[in-house]
């Protein structure tokens, strides 16, 4: 077929050069701002593991201390029962030897009735002590407990979050947003993890 002026057309020219450099660039563009936000989200997981592990350093720091003076006054405790015993095996004494006294018919020397009230006495303040001591104990043993468990929740979530640090590490190596959505899940339950362990 001829055209006026006797001339084929050209061709139309297609510059795939250009397109595939253009494409190139979007991808670049799009790849680039998806690996940020992956770094972004990743960033935050690793603050928010390492405010969660100093708070599980803390409470099981804090928690070691009150086990150690739940130890003290358990071991005041035991002191003032052994004292109070020592007391009582005072008391007997005193009792005993005034039965002797009366037993051969005589009189007792009115210091062992009066040691023996002063032991009974003494005896019911150091029992009163004692119960004091083992409250404290306890006390400080809930207490500690109570922190450990709270230290279980912080470990927890450092450790949920490192799985989210690791998943964001995957997804942007692979560019796979299933994988990035995984991690922000798993790190959005860890962090749910932390605020609850602070409201503890």
Do not use: C
């Amino acid at each position: 077929m001829t055209f006026p002026g006797g001339s084929v057309p050209e061709e139309p020219e297609v510059e795939t050069e250009h397109l595939h450099e253009a494409i190139k660039e979007e991808l670049e563009h799009e790849g680039g701002a998806f690996l940020r936000r992956i770094a972004l989200t990743t960033a935050l997981f690793a603050a928010l593991a390492a405010l969660a592990s100093l708070r599980a350093g803390s409470t099981v720091n804090e928690a070691l201390v009150l086990k150690t003076e739940a130890a003290r006054l358990q071991s005041e405790a035991s002191d003032q029962w052994s004292y109070y015993q020592a007391k009582g095996v005072k008391a007997a004494v005193q009792e005993a030897s005034r039965a002797a006294w009366l037993a051969i018919g005589k009189e007792p020397p009115p210091d062992y009735a009066q040691n023996q009230q002063r032991y009974s006495k003494e005896q019911t303040d150091i029992q009163q002590k004692a119960t004091e001591l083992e409250g404290e104990r306890d006390q400080k043993s809930q207490e500690a407990d109570h922190l450990l468990h709270i230290h279980h929740w912080f470990a927890y979530a450092v450790a949920i979050l490192q799985v989210a640090i690791a998943l964001g590490a995957v997804g942007a190596l692979t560019r796979n947003r299933p994988v990035w959505a995984l991690s922000l899940l798993t790190g959005a339950a860890a962090s749910i993890l932390f605020v609850l362990a602070l409201l503890r």
